[in-house]
């Protein structure tokens, strides 16, 4: 089969940031059912940093030389047989796991959500993980019109969608974070609330009806200790961070579920103007190491996309 070569970073042993490398990556042609996609950006996740450090690999193995990066915007390149819908030059948003951080990558067609025009390529780039997680979470957590939820890390890549989709359904929403975002939270539509000794009390000063349901992204124990304390129904408390879920268990863990549909009903809440994306800073493929410090910061603010 015919292939690319491709710039990608990849790394190929466990460490720091700086294992982190440009490398030329063969890049397969299409087959049946998938697409080529030339990438224009790519979205930077907290668990790329343990894939890449090896905090992951129990669950998460490397297989070096090793690439990483799970969503991604480009235009299509190569159409294999059998696909339809998508044609040569469509501009796309995507996911694939592990692989995105990169000149092109292959993937099926129906990891594919078209992009408006007016999008840009970095907003397109960071879209697709951390807002199908948090579309994923609220749909498990059943958040809906009349509802108070609490967003914990309401101002990072999860958060930043969470507040926006549990706004969009009709829920009153308190999201935590530092004093430095609270305006920021504010003009997203949430109550702000500052994390650290004594939440739980400033959360039941803000939310004086109480609090229906809790999305945990910052997998804290005092984030664990608010939900459970203040939320009655255990069904409606959940974390994206797995291993907050496992020192809490009556914490339900959230994973994604990634899909064409609810990618594309995210980029229509987008063209309806009811989804912002927010890009904290922008990276070029050489520079992924320092992306990646970023992200270890624990206090990026919306995204970090990769522009290769
Ligand atoms: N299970 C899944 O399918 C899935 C998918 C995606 C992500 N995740 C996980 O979900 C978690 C969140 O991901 P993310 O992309 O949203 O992370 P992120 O963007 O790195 O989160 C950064 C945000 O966390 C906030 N923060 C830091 N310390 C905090 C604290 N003690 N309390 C409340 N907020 C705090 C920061 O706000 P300040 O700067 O104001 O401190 C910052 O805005 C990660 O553990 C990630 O691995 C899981």
């Known amino acids: 089969m015919s292939k690319a070569v491709r710039k990608a970073v990849v790394f190929t042993e466990y460490g720091g940031p700086d294992v982190l490398h440009v490398a030329g ?7 049946a059912g998938q697409v080529r996609v030339r990438i224009k950006a790519a979205g930077v996740q907290p668990v790329d940093a343990l894939f890449r450090s090896g905090a992951a690999a129990r669950w998460l193995p490397a297989a070096f030389p090793q690439q990483l990066g799970n969503e ?27 692989s995105c951080y990169a000149e092109a990558v292959t ?14 390529w970095p907003e397109a780039g960071v879209l697709s993980a951390s807002g199908q997680t948090a579309s994923t979470a609220l749909e498990d ?6 509802d108070t939820v609490l967003i914990h890390a309401a101002a990072g890549g999860v958060g930043t969608f969470a507040v926006q989709l549990a706004v969009a359904a ?6 935590t974070a530092s004093e430095r975002n609270h305006p920021f939270l504010r003009d997203l539509g949430a109550i702000p609330v500052t ?7 400033r959360i039941r000063a803000a939310a004086p009806g109480g609090v229906d349901a809790s999305l945990d992204a910052a997998g804290t124990p005092e984030a664990a200790a608010a939900a459970l304390a203040l939320v009655a129904d255990p069904h409606r408390i959940g974390t994206t961070v797995p291993r907050a879920a496992m020192a809490e ?22 063209e309806a103007g009811s989804l912002k994306i927010f890009i904290d800073r922008t990276y070029r493929l050489h520079e992924a190491a320092d992306a990646h410090r970023a992200i270890e910061t624990g206090h990026v603010r919306g995204k970090i996309a990769i522009v290769p």
């Open 195 to 201: 994390y650290g000794e004594g939440l739980t009390e």
């Open 141 to 146: 957590l059943g958040v809906g019109p009349g």
């Open 249 to 270: 268990p009556r914490i339900r863990s959230l994973s994604t579920r990634r899909s064409a549909q609810r990618l594309a009903a995210l980029v229509a809440l987008y």
């Open 107 to 120: 993937v099926p067609a129906d990891h594919l959500a078209a992009k408006p025009a007016a999008m840009p």
């Open 25 to 31: 990556i063969d890049v397969p042609e299409p087959a």
């Open 72 to 98: 991604f915007a480009g235009v299509i390149e190569s159409v294999g047989p059998a696909v339809a819908g998508s044609s040569l030059g469509d501009e796309v948003i995507g996911f694939q796991p592990n």
């Open 170 to 175: 009709g829920a009153t929403v308190l999201g």
